[in-house]
């Protein structure tokens, strides 16, 4: 069973940056995809950013250009840098991972946390 908490949300104006984290309680070396995602109000969880098979990064469209997504393999941490955000990125932001064991595949959420970006 693994455990991902992320931190680093909080309030910040239109134009500006924040960095979340999210701490991964289980080896990088099962996990075949792990990332981001996020939850509007009132809309459905979209993806943000992932590492996918092979280490490869894929974005949303909303995304490219203004975040980045990295990994630290040896303190088992996982980042979101988020330049230029808008109102609109406003949500609850959560840390994911995909893990596989044993031709089985376990998919593991944070508890999320809060970005509001204000104009």
């Known amino acids: 069973q693994a455990q991902l908490v992320e931190s680093g949300g909080g309030l910040v104006q239109a134009g500006g940056s924040l960095r979340l984290s999210c701490a991964v309680s289980?080896?990088?070396?099962?996990?075949?995809?792990m990332g981001w995602y996020r939850q509007a109000p009132g809309k459905e969880r979209e993806l943000v950013a992932d590492?996918?098979?092979?280490?490869?990064?894929i974005y949303a469209d909303s995304a490219k250009g203004r975040f980045t997504i990295s990994r630290d393999n040896a303190k088992n941490m996982v980042y979101l840098y988020m330049n230029s955000l808008k109102p609109e990125d406003t949500a609850v932001y959560y840390c994911?991972?995909?893990?596989?064991?044993?031709?089985?595949?376990?998919?593991?959420w944070g508890r999320g946390t809060q970005v509001t970006v204000f104009s």
């Open positions: 994911h991972a995909d893990q596989l064991v044993g031709g089985n595949k376990y998919d593991y």
């Open positions: 289980i080896s990088f070396h099962s996990i075949n995809r």
């Open positions: 590492f996918v098979d092979g280490g490869s990064t």
